[in-house]
């Protein structure tokens, strides 16, 4: 079965400050990779998603993650985070073709002035 | 283009009660997901639907259920609601053939 593991349950980082994220998974086949983020009060949002390709993505907000297939990794990355990115973060991955999203526990992020 | 909607966002309920929820998704998604959100076990996804069948199902107890309507409007069941069903439940669709799925605002369920 497929998991996903994120290594920061809880990450403070003062404004301005660079940003990365770890998120790692077991799966031996294809697999699509996605970074959500939950805003307090909102709904879970896309970041951005890795399918094929170019293993560097960026998202939106300027977020990027990249794909490293010989670690499994997909570490979230953003180089001066604001006040407003204060939310907290998901990485989810399926298996291609259809296939239920297996999300990690999530990484909250607090950012302070 | 309109988001996922849910319907209710808040419900309390009592053990033992039963509870449905409504989603409806993008206007053209024909597969609906639902996943229990909980502070414990993070999202968890409880089943799948497509074209009014249950294509893909999680690993939760039988009280939970769901269907799909023509429309693609789908909803879930949780029959003798038990103190640990107090969760975000959220819907997802995704359009025919995609990977990525949208999410609704989800319905916060607490059973007292």
């Known amino acids: 079965a497929q998991s996903v593991s994120q290594h920061n349950h809880h990450v403070i980082l003062s404004e301005a400050a660079s940003l990365e994220l770890g998120c790692n998974y077991s799966y031996g086949g294809t697999v699509n990779l996605f970074w959500y983020v939950q805003y307090p009060g909102q709904h879970l949002q896309l970041l951005l998603k890795?399918?094929?390709?170019?293993?560097l993505v960026k998202g939106i907000k300027g977020f990027e993650a990249e794909f490293i297939k010989s670690k499994f990794s997909f570490n979230l990355r953003k180089p001066s985070v604001q006040w407003s990115d204060t939310a907290e973060y998901f990485c989810a991955v399926n298996a291609q073709g259809n296939t239920p999203l297996v999300f990690g526990k999530g990484t909250r992020l607090s950012v302070i002035a | 283009k309109a988001g996922v909607t849910q319907t209710p966002r808040y419900l309390i309920k009592t053990r033992g009660q039963q509870v449905t929820l409504s989603c409806s998704p993008i206007?053209?998604?024909?597969?609906v997901s639902w996943y229990q959100q909980t502070p414990g076990q993070g999202l968890q996804f409880l089943f799948e639907y497509f074209s009014e069948t249950q294509r893909n199902k999680g690993n939760f107890p039988g009280r939970f259920s769901g269907r799909q309507f023509s429309n693609s409007r789908s909803e879930m069941n949780v029959s003798t609601l038990e103190l640990g069903d107090s969760a975000l439940y959220l819907c997802?669709?995704?359009?025919?053939?995609?990977?990525?799925?949208?999410f609704g605002p989800g319905t916060r369920l607490t059973v007292l």
């Open positions: 997802a669709s995704s359009y025919p053939g995609g990977d990525e799925q949208f």
């Open positions: 206007s053209g998604h024909r597969s």
């Open positions: 890795y399918f094929s390709g170019d293993p």
